[in-house]
């Protein structure tokens, strides 16, 4: 067996390459745009989803495999056996096949729209009133902004811009010499313009551009258009010893990284058609790109403006091609008047999102920062929303003369130059920033409410899996638990002055602190149940399981005969089900209306199970360079709820697939009773007003089950 870049000889029979399995999940999102049973509106929605995951992948994890195989060519992948170059070449081979399935289920859809009134035009499309009325638009409002140059001895080939659309046409001059000519579609504009009038008829911005081309180009034969599109790498690395001798602070070190995004190498181009040999001859000499980056795609380029679309559309219309909306419930077991400290005071809460809302937790801090007896609140984040109203409550605490102490870490890609903005508010307030570990990121969700009364020191903890971001706490699934118990309040407190010291290796009693005390944890756990042979039981809900010293422990529980109950989002470069090493190990995934992303770890059955809630996924970079945190569930209820939820899960026949121990997913098939986990979850709580009730006859199947879980 070959060995890894560690000398560490690996055995790569029940395991599989991370970016190859990433690519397989995000076809069953794409995949999801197949369901007849998904709204039409929604299926776009699903093209868009999958479109815009595989730009950040070529962004991301294809722009660090092109860096990786230029510094270190020979570093092997310890899940697959194979190189930078090799992984490049079967992920570029893997794309054309998704591409095909993309196209035939955007003109599948496209069609369904079309049947409903909502229709993306062509000129031919337009009646000769509308085509005036197009073509007054782009004078007025397009034309003013364009930028349309040639390439030639005088023109240098534009720089593309990273994901940006332009319009591309091979010219021809009269005495027979090709040119390019490329017209940028303006980002200040919108990306379609709705006709006046119509409930849902519409024309791209790309549309109207390639039609107005020629006029542009008025002194040339336009002899072939297409729309085109780069992608850059967009993977930043940190290097602290570039700024040592530097007096710059970390937030500017963050803004000018941010600025090098831009001058990154191309790594995919987009075309909407096939060219000539002619104009990709001289598109090759224009953009530095090789062939095998080069791909067709019969969907739109940019599948942004399905949004845009959807606002726009009349409101009966939106709501036939749309899911039923959902609002978040306020939980039963929680009262809205009643001081949401004392009731956590009294037990620990659960909040699910987006089942749940997350108006409990917004309602729990502005009372502790109005709150005499509330001295501090300290908390960990990571990405906030733009219009944070969790930020504003942080600031008035500052100013009602709390201390806040806000642990922001500035590298959470993507969101790097929101962050900036927000850590900018809050010091203004009167909050301490601080920003997170040299080389390790703080991806850890903690809040911590310090209260003194007479008695003594209190404090209220909330530990979540997700970000403290209100928008997504309404589109993913996610768990935050809050709780008054004094040795997890106590290790909270401990954790924030590690983290205002520099010290990543301070000791706890109760929670598991990444990057040195979880994976020891973990591996500890599974070892107690592999030692209970086919009496043990491992189940862990997760977006990815990537780290190796896991995956092979995992496999060492399989072989010992213990259950193991795997529900993966994402990737898992675990292959279960292989004989004699994974067998016993069983991955479910769940892809559907929510983004699954609540981190749960199970160890053991029954009375002896012990239940942890997380901000880390098994992956290489939670356990080893991220600040993560894990938290034990202690409250009889709450476990019952955490079990009746991957029950669900594990159940679910509708949104899950079984991984397969090629690699491969296969949907799962549907015997008796159709269950979608999160459909069910909307019509479900999980909790219940106390006292208890006893079950009521019209209950579903689900509620009954909770409530023979709860004893009740």
């Not at 009269?174 to 017209?183: E, I, T, W």
């Not at 997350?358 to 001295?375: G, N, S």
């Not at 590690?498 to 000791?507: A, C, I, V």
Request: glycine share 4%; aromatic share 8%; with cysteine.
């Amino acid at each position: 067996m070959p060995k890894d870049f560690e000398g560490i000889v690996n055995d790569y029979s029940y395991t599989q390459n991370r970016e190859l399995s990433w690519l397989r999940f995000n076809r069953r999102v794409l995949e999801e745009a197949a369901d007849d049973l998904v709204p039409p509106l929604e299926r776009l929605k699903f093209i868009s989803i999958f479109s815009s995951n595989l730009d950040e992948f070529f962004m991301v994890r294809v722009g660090s495999l092109l860096d990786l195989s230029l510094v270190s060519p020979d570093e092997i992948d310890n899940k697959s056996g194979l190189d930078p170059a090799e992984q490049l070449q079967a992920i570029y081979e893997a794309i054309p096949s998704l591409l095909e399935i993309k196209g035939q289920l955007y003109s599948r859809v496209s069609t369904l729209l079309a049947q409903a009134g909502v229709q993306d035009l062509s000129y031919d499309d337009l009646t000769a009133e509308e085509q005036a009325q197009v073509d007054d638009d782009f004078r007025a409002v397009v034309l003013p902004v364009l930028s349309p140059q040639i390439v030639g001895q005088r023109h240098p080939s534009p720089r593309l811009d990273n994901k940006a659309l332009y319009i591309t046409a091979l010219l021809r001059s009269k005495s027979g010499k090709a040119a390019l000519g490329f017209v940028p579609c303006p980002a200040s504009l919108p990306p379609i313009f709705p006709l006046p009038g119509s409930r849902g008829r519409f024309l791209r911005l790309e549309t109207i551009l390639c039609h107005w081309t020629p006029t542009l180009f008025k002194k040339y034969t336009v002899e072939e258009l297409c729309v085109i599109s780069a992608t850059r790498n967009a993977d930043l690395s940190f290097d602290r010893e570039k700024f040592e001798d530097s007096d710059r602070d970390f937030r500017t070190m963050m803004t000018q990284m941010l600025k090098k995004r831009a001058n990154q190498a191309i790594v995919r181009l987009e075309m909407d058609r096939r060219p000539s040999q002619e104009l990709l001859r001289l598109l090759g000499e224009s953009i530095q790109v090789q062939t095998h980056q080069i791909y067709c795609d019969r969907a739109p380029l940019a599948m942004g403006y399905v949004y845009g679309l959807e606002n726009a559309l009349p409101e009966d219309l939106r709501r036939s091609l749309t899911y039923h909306p959902y609002i978040p419930r306020w939980p039963e077991d929680l009262s809205r008047q009643e001081s949401m400290i004392e009731q956590i005071q009294r037990k620990d809460r659960l909040l699910f999102f987006p089942f749940d809302s997350i108006a409990p937790f917004l309602k729990l801090l502005e009372e502790a920062a109005e709150r005499p007896d509330v001295k501090s609140i300290k908390i960990t984040i990571y990405r906030l929303a733009s219009t944070s109203k969790i930020a504003r409550i942080l600031c008035r605490a500052a100013e009602n003369g709390k201390e806040v102490v806000a642990l922001m870490e500035l590298r959470a890609r993507f969101d790097e130059a929101n962050n900036i903005a927000w850590s900018k508010m809050l010091e203004e307030a009167g909050c301490k920033v601080i920003y997170g570990m040299e080389n390790f990121k703080c991806h850890s969700k903690l809040c911590l409410i310090t209260l003194q009364d007479k008695k003594g020191t209190h404090y209220i903890t909330q530990v979540g899996t997700g970000n403290y971001n209100e928008k997504t706490s309404a589109l993913y699934t996610d768990l935050s638990v809050m709780t008054a118990s004094p040795s997890i309040g106590a290790d909270g407190a401990a954790f924030f002055r590690n983290m205002l010291t520099d010290n990543l290796e301070g000791s706890y009693q109760t929670l598991w602190v990444a990057p040195y005390g979880l994976k020891p944890r973990i591996l500890a756990l599974i070892d107690e149940q592999i030692a209970k042979g086919p009496e043990g039981y491992l189940c862990f809900k997760v977006n990815s399981v990537t780290e190796r010293e896991v995956i092979d422990k995992l496999r060492q529980a399989s072989q010992a005969g213990v259950e193991i109950k795997l529900i993966v989002r994402g990737i898992c470069c675990l292959r279960p089900g292989v004989l004699h090493q994974t067998e016993n190990i069983q991955v479910t995934s769940i892809v559907g209306r929510y983004l699954e992303h609540a981190r749960v770890y199970v160890f053991g059955r029954g009375s002896d199970a012990k239940y942890f809630i997380a901000s880390a996924d098994l992956m290489t970079r939670n356990l080893r360079r991220r600040v993560e945190i894990a938290c034990p569930i202690f409250d009889p209820a709450i476990q019952d709820q955490l079990r009746y939820l991957l029950d669900l899960q594990l159940q679910d026949n509708a949104k899950a697939s079984f991984l397969q121990p090629s690699g491969a997913y296969l949907r799962k098939e549907i015997h008796g009773p159709r269950i979608d986990s999160q459909a069910e979850l909307m019509k479900t709580s999980l909790h219940r007003p106390e006292p208890d009730p006893v079950p009521r006859p019209n209950q579903s199947f689900f509620q009954r089950l909770l409530a023979l879980l709860r004893g009740a």
